[in-house]
């Protein structure tokens, strides 16, 4: 097996840097076949991941969401295998896919060695690719104010988000369709899940596993304020959202339409905004090396 360890060297501060150059020597030690990318500039993770799929068996992400994001994106539809150093400030992909956090190297390279493949469904909304969790409105307005706050980290970023998106947020009325069936709500949020988790610790949809050819869509219609900030809080506590609070509804591909401006992100990245979005799976799925449930 080959490997090229791509490293976003602007996530979580320089963080992810760090971690890896002062593992390198036990790096190059357990992959005895292992290129280390050093990426200054996230707009070319993709790109990189893109050529090492060329020419290594496994490309590994190191940094946040948006860094697996990104790599996922670049080896989508190789043959290659996608590996995971999570040291972002949320790292809900990595959890998606049973990986601790906040781990030493060693325990990130051995889940690599073990080579227990898990085919991760790959979501796309209007062509983008994304891996965990899509948000409209209330959730996408939340990580627009995390990407902010520069001095904050993990945990702490988002409830500060959350809560001044708590005071600014306004509903929004969406339409479409679920699956070939109409809908038509006024809303908090509209949120897609592959994972069940967002944020570092939002139990978003509980029921969500990336592996079963399924999205859910989550929606928090658009009651009063205070009932809002309920919600907020149990999320904040490590809940679910009550099923008296939101809609959960599984499908296979979706056509929503804004009427309002909006906010939204792609695994906390800040995403383009449209009236339109088409939602659906990729044929193919993403074969990431993780830990399979019960193991």
Known sequence: MS??????????????????????????????????KYISSPNQLIKEASLSAQSSSVVIA???????????????GTNALMGLIPVGSGNDFAKS??????????YYLDVILKQQVIPVDVPVINDQIFINTAGIGFDGLT????????????????????????????????????????????????????????????????????????LELVIVPAYNRLKLGLAFILLSLGRSIPDTFSELITFKEAFIKIADPHFIHLDGEVGGSSSDYEIKLESESLNVLGIKTGE
């Open 97 to 106: 896919i049973g990986l601790k956090t906040k781990q030493p190297v060693e």
């Open 143 to 214: 990580n627009y104010y995390a990407s902010g706050f520069k001095s904050l980290k993990g945990i702490m970023k988002y409830t500060f988000a959350g809560l001044k998106a708590f005071l600014n947020a306004k509903p929004l009325v969406v339409s479409g369709t679920i699956d070939g069936s109409s809908f038509d709500r006024k809303v908090w949020l509209v949120a897609v899940a592959n994972g069940a988790i967002e944020g570092g610790k939002y139990l978003i949809s509980p029921t969500s596993i990336n592996s079963d050819g399924l």
């Open 62 to 76: 190191c940094g946040g969401d948006g860094t697996a994001q990104s790599i996922a994106r670049g080896i989508h």
């Open 3 to 36: 490997y090229t360890l791509i490293v976003n060297c602007k996530s979580n501060s320089s963080r992810a840097e760090q971690y890896i150059r002062s593992s390198e020597s036990l790096i190059h030690k357990k992959l005895h076949s292992c290129e280390i």
